[in-house]
T-cell receptor, first 113, second 115 residues
Framework: NAGVMQNPRHLVRRRGQEARLRCSPMKGHSHVYWYRQLPEEGLKFMVYLQKENIIDESGMPKERFSAEFPKEGPSILRIQQVVRGDSAAYFC???????????FGSGTRLTVV | AQSVAQPEDQVNVAEGNPLTVKCTYSVSGNPYLFWYVQYPNRGLQFLLKYITGDNLVKGSYGFEAEFNKSQTSFHLKKPSALVSDSALYFCAVSLLTGGGNKLTFGTGTQLKVEL
């Protein structure tokens, strides 16, 4: 079992470009969570998805950010028109069902220049 | 709303000495409590969790934590620290609801174990 796979590990974007972050959950896991870690801060919840459904997006910025978890393929966190303040580590976690604890991926470190 | 406080940004301890990393929480209802460790440029690794049952929870790498409901605390402990324990430690709390198992994290405590 390969664990939660995130790619790319590092992503550099210029201001105004789009960033697409991918997360493949562990085999058999149907719940995906995205968190953001700003420098010198803890992780902040962004969004919780199940296959083809957004369950809780209360932590997502209202503009420019979107997430999906299609029936086939990885979960995607998409950031449009990136700004310097989007620079952070973005972590994905998956679980088999509610309450069974998470497995985190190694994260994608986004740098906006 | 749920929240977690880790009052110490950094904890220094000599190798072989016991260590404690403090965590207090605020939540309406029965909490699920977690400790994670993060090494530089890595993801979070699960250490232990409290769901229900015994207040003393044993986890990975010799760590343990004690759930204290009256003090709303969940301090992480280890009887004898190792230099390799040096890392960033996060406490987290969640309430299992229909909205899933959303975690609220503390700001982290940097543990430094020195020879």
């Amino acid at each position: 079992n390969a664990g939660v796979m995130q790619n790319p590990r590092h992503l550099v974007r210029r201001r105004g470009q789009e960033a697409r972050l991918r997360c493949s959950p562990m085999k058999g896991h149907s719940h995906v969570y995205w968190y953001r870690q700003l420098p010198e801060e803890g992780l902040k919840f962004m969004v919780y998805l199940q296959k083809e459904n957004i369950i809780d997006e209360s932590g997502m910025p209202k503009e420019r950010f979107s997430a999906e978890f299609p029936k086939e393929g990885p979960s995607i966190l998409r950031i449009q028109q990136v700004v310097r303040g989007d620079s952070a580590a973005y972590f994905c976690a998956s679980s088999p069902q509610d309450g069974y604890g998470y497995t985190f991926g190694s994260g994608t470190r986004l740098t906006v220049v | 709303a749920q929240s977690v406080a880790q009052p110490e940004d950094q904890v220094n301890v000599a190798e072989g000495n016991p260590l404690t990393v403090k965590c207090t929480y605020s939540v309406s209802g029965n909490p699920y409590l977690f400790w994670y460790v993060q090494y530089p440029n890595r993801g979070l690794q699960f250490l232990l969790k409290y769901i229900t049952g015994d207040n003393l929870v044993k986890g990975s790498y010799g760590f343990e934590a004690e759930f204290n409901k009256s003090q709303t605390s969940f301090h992480l402990k280890k009887p004898s620290a190792l230099v390799s324990d040096s890392a960033l430690y996060f406490c987290a709390v969640s309430l299992l609801t229909g909205g899933g198992n959303k975690l609220t994290f503390g700001t982290g405590t940097q543990l430094k174990v020195e020879l």
